[in-house]
């Protein structure tokens, strides 16, 4: 039996390193009439639609010509459990936790919740173009398995892990060092490297646990050196101040990280926002990754993130909504608050750079770039078709754009999930429909 082929015809995108700035045209490709050959969920050439669609005759062609056709995005700070927390009022980072975060993390516990919140979740992702994310789930096992089971039945590449956390929050939210490294163990057995997934090993941050548990966490890393971790930074002045005083022998905050043995190229530190001198050293030697998100570090008023400086440092950072503090799923959106962010320390965030960090900056950020964020042959098949011309406003200001550069900033600025026509899931089709009916059955 032969495999059905796949040939998306349009115009093609993708980067092949990190553009230094504006000029750099050897850091992408980009094809005015171009296609993507799909077989397996993979793909097995990028090229001409000419060429191509002579080479693969059996193909299926669908044709997303005037759209440009880019790698998935990837969201490389989320947390899942947080759907139904975005745009809560008023607070800054801890009273936000206490206040709306942890309560509503509690009904994680229940498996129908989870699992309900896990078929919206991986909706929402998809709707807007983000095709892998990196999540925290809730404390409670179920959480963890709603959230791998709906991304293997989507056959999605997705990070993910229990969060650790035995104090300083609800009892329904406690878990105990013990309990969480077993829990762990048992979810990264079950789940790292079934079908597309990854383990992140997930202390949530040094507040919510103790000295014995990020020794359980630091045991994890230690013996699952496969698996991803990822924690919170240095968001805000008043966690700064409480982790000082709960980790009073630490040099700084991520000295208290570094001494449990749990920086390694494969960790994602969610803010790093107000670091040290030290603290930026450490970054740079162990290649921890700093992970910017810019929409939640101005809606709880947290700071502002020295991209440059951290990148002068050669230290890779990525770049993540952080939902349900961030403000949107958009990956556009992200970058259009993360250029704001950016420009307030007279620092640029380029379209070409802004387009290459969310594909395969991040997929490299994560270790993954032969395998997404690029359109290169034999990686999965995860695509999204972009339309600069989704809204009247984005259409008219259209009119007077003359480069691939000015089309992608408009995307980057006005952009959100109506400019996501199509996406593509391992070669699969997922985007919802206007009318908000699923595309595909799954
Ligand atoms: N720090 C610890 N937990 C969280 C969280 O859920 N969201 C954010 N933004 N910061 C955190
Ligand atoms: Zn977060």
């Not at 980072?93 to 078929?119: C, G, I, K, V």
């Not at 548990?213 to 971790?229: D, I, K, Y």
């Not at 700071?303 to 403000?327: E, M, P, Q, Y």
């Not at 999965?380 to 011309?389: H, R």
Request: hydrophobic share 40%; glycine share 6%.
């Amino acid at each position: 039996k032969t495999v059905q082929r796949t040939l998306l015809r349009g115009r093609i995108l993708d980067f092949n390193a990190a553009p230094r700035d504006e000029n750099d045209t050897e850091a992408y490709n980009y094809l005015e009439d171009g296609a993507i050959l799909i077989s397996n969920g993979q793909i097995e050439a990028t090229g001409e639609f000419a060429p191509l669609s002579a080479y693969a005759q059996d193909a299926e062609v669908i044709d997303h010509r005037p759209n440009l056709l880019m790698p998935g995005f990837i969201d490389t700070h989320i947390h899942f459990p947080q759907v139904q927390v975005i745009a809560s009022w008023g607070d800054q980072l801890l009273d936000w936790l206490n206040n709306y975060t942890f309560p509503e993390e509690t009904r994680f516990a229940e498996q129908a919740h989870a699992e309900n919140m896990a078929s919206h979740f991986y909706d929402f992702l998809t709707n807007h173009g983000t095709t892998t994310a990196v999540a925290y789930c809730s404390v409670h096992s179920t959480s963890v398995e709603a959230y791998f089971e709906e991304a293997a039945r989507r056959n999605m590449c997705m990070i993910g892990g229990k969060v650790m956390m035995d104090r300083n929050a609800p009892d329904g939210l406690l878990d105990t060092p013990q309990s969480s490294y077993d829990d762990s163990k048992a979810l990264i057995k079950k789940w790292h490297g079934q079908g597309r997934a990854h383990y992140a090993i997930t202390p949530r941050f040094a507040i919510t646990s103790t000295p014995e548990q990020l020794e359980m966490a630091g045991a994890l890393v230690s013996e699952h050196p496969e698996c991803f971790v990822q924690t919170h930074l240095s968001e805000n002045h008043d966690e700064i101040a409480f982790t000082a005083e709960l980790y009073p022998d630490a040099p700084d905050y991520l000295g208290v990280y570094e001494h449990y043995g749990l920086l390694t190229p494969k960790m994602l530190l969610g803010h790093s926002i107000h670091l040290t001198e030290r603290e930026i050293d450490v970054l740079a030697s162990t290649q921890a990754k700093p992970v910017f998100c810019p929409t939640s570090n101005l809606f709880l008023g947290s700071g502002l993130f020295d991209d440059a400086g951290l990148s002068a440092r050669g230290i890779t950072n990525a770049i993540a909504t952080d939902v349900g503090a961030g403000t949107s799923y958009s990956m556009l959106q992200t970058l259009n608050e993360g250029y704001k962010i950016l420009q307030l320390q007279n620092q640029k965030l380029h379209p070409l750079r802004a387009f290459h960090w969310i594909t395969r900056g991040n997929a490299a950020a994560l270790g993954l770039e032969d395998k997404i964020g690029t359109l290169a042959p034999g990686t999965d098949a995860d695509i999204v078709v972009l339309n600069a011309n989704a809204t009247p406003e984005m259409a008219l200001r259209m009119e007077r754009a003359e480069s691939l550069s000015e089309e992608l900033f408009i995307l980057q600025i006005l952009g959100d999930d109506r400019s996501v026509d199509a996406v593509y899931v391992a070669g699969r089709e997922m985007k919802q429909t206007a009318n908000g009916a699923a595309a595909p059955s799954l």
